[in-house]
């Protein structure tokens, strides 16, 4: 299993990045895709998460109504796509993969991280005031 970040950079407040996380090694659809950030000196936080199969998306409340998830199976890829950012959102951003049905289809994505057995390396973003 293979999770690859892209997509992340440097950004004025208010302008907007799409993220990419490429999957490779396992069975697409059976899986819940989420994503995860964590800034220095914080614990990493949950951030959004997809069910690959039926398109199921969840978000935390310090995203709703500016992230939205989304999943191109035909190329086993997520995105990200981030708007109207703020400095608050500056962090590593990971994606992770855990089975869909472990996940409760992304309904217990924010309550243990364990459920995803397989992580990327990480992409930074960082939004500038």
């Known amino acids: 299993v293979q999770l690859v970040e892209s997509g992340g950079g440097l950004v004025q407040a208010g302008g907007s990045l799409r993220l990419s996380c490429a999957a490779s090694?396992?069975?697409?659809?059976?899986?819940?895709i989420g994503w995860f950030r964590q800034a220095p000196g914080k614990d990493r936080e949950a951030v959004s998460c997809?069910?690959?199969?039926?398109?199921?998306?969840k978000y935390a409340d310090s995203v709703k109504g500016r992230f939205t998830i989304s999943s191109d199976n035909s190329k086993n890829t997520v995105y990200l796509q981030m708007n109207m950012l703020k400095p608050e959102d500056t962090a590593v951003y990971y994606c992770a993969a855990g089975f869909a049905a472990l996940v409760g289809h992304c309904s217990r994505y924010d309550t243990n991280y364990a459920f995803f057995g397989s992580w990327g390396q990480g992409t930074q973003v960082t939004v500038s005031s």
């Open positions: 090694g396992f069975i697409f659809d059976d899986y819940a």
């Open positions: 997809i069910t690959t199969d039926d398109g199921v998306t």
